[in-house]
């Protein structure tokens, strides 16, 4: 039977990051890294890394580079210069610049698949070893740790089990973890279109009474659409022929970016916040998707979720004892505990401010956003949440 330090089950790109912050500590440790996935990288279907793109914080940049792979990822990353936040049929409206903000960029628009494979590129074999395509189906706790079995009935004991296996993960539920979960009643649809115009590195976050719509700047001037809509609403578009599809997105969106060309395949995403009870055991992480999924209006999952990966390699390397230790993985949680909440409850309320539909509501978002766009001290902190370099704390107070 083999054994290893730390198994990280699932490889997507929480799990490989994960396998990648971790790198360091292990060669100075020794300890031996398992990665458990049953999509190949780059070969076939795989939930993490399909023709979904991701908006990166500045803020995951910084870790990225900490980590040696920005330079890797950052050949078909596309930088956002300004975030334009609009409502239509209305005057308030905000522009986020980075120069302004004294930044290159607000963020990036990677496509999933190209940061997975960059990710997968720069894991060291000496350290961290696959099995792929392999599934863990049970896992049961013992006084040492945990015994995984895979799907061909083999099995093996680490020290520290890491779930980032997604938010369905049926190994959570299996462990008895319980999910607090809200669901929203909205479906995310998700495609990449072309403009007649240059994007110019320009992100649009528009809201409408049918929910919102956000377009990202993606490599080779297309861009990635975001539209959030009822879920029989966004089965409608998403079965439309694609001239009946553009000409409502045209509508939507209107012609800042001039007319719409043409339009990929379109997916459907069902949105719900989920939040895991518990984040750790004795060792047990919980992590990624299957710790907290997010509504994606915000564009925060990952990025919060990269954040819980670089903080629980600091928790690790702070502490003496081997990789499963209660007290070091608690201390995880509590030094991201007030990140995930700022970033969970901030995702939920503009999420839920800018999908209702109501006369009220919406002046309520258009005094925000004209709000925002007229003080400078406001618009710089929301930028800050924005960029995952904020604390949370309000526009007044000292960073
Ligand atoms: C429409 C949409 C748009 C988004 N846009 C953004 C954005 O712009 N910015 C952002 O920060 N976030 C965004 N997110 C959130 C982001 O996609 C997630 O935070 C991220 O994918 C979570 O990664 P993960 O590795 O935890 O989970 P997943 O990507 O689901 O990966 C889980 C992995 O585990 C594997 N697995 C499953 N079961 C097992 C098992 N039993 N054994 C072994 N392996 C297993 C799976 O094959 C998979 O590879 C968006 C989400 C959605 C839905």
């Known amino acids: 039977m083999?054994?290893?330090?730390?198994?990280?089950?699932?490889?997507?790109?929480?799990g490989a990051s994960l396998a990648l912050a971790l790198q360091p500590l292990a060669r100075e440790r020794g300890w031996r890294i398992l990665l458990i996935e049953p999509f190949a990288p780059g070969d076939g279907y795989q939930p993490s890394y399909d023709a979904r793109s991701s908006a990166l914080s500045y803020g995951t940049r910084l870790i990225y580079e900490h980590l040696g792979v920005w330079p890797a990822i950052a050949r078909r990353a596309e930088p956002i210069r300004q975030i334009h936040v609009s409502d239509r049929g209305r005057f308030g409206a905000t522009l986020l610049d980075a120069a302004e903000e004294g930044v290159p960029a607000l963020g990036y628009v990677?496509?999933?698949?190209?940061?997975?494979?960059?990710?997968?590129?720069?894991?060291?074999?000496?350290?961290v070893t696959w099995r792929c395509p392999a599934e863990v189906v049970a896992m049961r706790a013992n006084p040492e740790g945990y015994r995984l079995t895979l799907?061909?009935?083999?099995?093996?004991?680490?020290?520290?089990?890491?779930?980032?296996?997604?938010g369905r993960s049926g190994l959570r539920d299996q462990l008895g973890?319980?999910?607090?979960?809200?669901?929203?009643?909205?479906?995310?649809?998700?495609?990449?279109?072309?403009?007649?115009?240059?994007?110019?590195?320009?992100?649009?976050?528009?809201?409408?009474?049918?929910?919102?719509?956000?377009?990202?700047?993606?490599?080779?001037?297309?861009c990635a659409l975001v539209w959030t809509r009822k879920p029989a609403d966004a089965q409608r578009l998403r079965d439309l022929p694609d001239a009946d599809f553009l000409a409502q997105l045209q509508r939507s969106f209107g012609y800042r970016l001039g007319t719409l060309l043409q339009v990929g395949a379109r997916s459907l995403y069902p949105l719900a916040l989920a939040?895991?009870?518990?984040?750790?055991?004795?060792?047990?992480?919980?992590?990624?998707?299957?710790?907290?999924?997010?509504?994606?209006?915000?564009?925060?999952?990952?990025?919060?979720?990269?954040?819980?990966?670089?903080?629980?390699?600091?928790?690790?390397?702070?502490?003496?004892?081997?990789?499963?230790?209660?007290?070091?993985?608690?201390g995880y949680v509590a030094a991201q505990q007030r990140d995930q909440q700022w970033t969970v409850g901030f995702?939920?309320?503009?999420?839920?401010?800018?999908?209702?539909?109501?006369?009220w509501v919406a002046h309520g978002r258009n005094l925000g956003l004209l709000g925002l766009d007229l003080l400078p001290p406001a618009r710089h902190w929301f930028a800050r949440q924005a960029m995952g370099l904020g604390s949370g704390a309000g526009p007044g107070s000292a960073r």
């Not at 994606?296 to 819980?308: C, E, M, T």
Request: aromatic residues 6%.
């Open 2 to 14: 083999s054994r290893f330090d730390i198994a990280i089950i699932g490889g997507g790109l929480v």
């Open 110 to 127: 990677v496509e999933n698949a190209w940061l997975g494979q960059s990710l997968w590129a720069a894991l060291d074999a000496d350290v």
């Open 151 to 166: 799907g061909d009935d083999s099995q093996l004991d680490c020290s520290l089990a890491v779930l980032a296996d997604g």
């Open 177 to 222: 973890i319980d999910v607090r979960l809200r669901e929203y009643d909205q479906t995310a649809l998700i495609a990449n279109v072309s403009f007649n115009q240059p994007h110019g590195g320009q992100a649009f976050e528009r809201f409408t009474d049918e929910g919102p719509l956000a377009l990202l700047p993606l490599a080779d001037n297309r």
């Open 275 to 330: 939040e895991a009870r518990e984040q750790v055991r004795s060792n047990l992480v919980v992590l990624g998707n299957a710790a907290h999924s997010l509504h994606p209006i915000a564009g925060q999952g990952f990025n919060l979720s990269l954040r819980d990966v670089q903080a629980l390699a600091q928790a690790l390397q702070a502490s003496d004892s081997p990789p499963g230790e209660l007290r070091a993985l608690r």
């Open 347 to 359: 995702s939920d309320q503009v999420t839920r401010l800018f999908s209702q539909p109501g006369k």
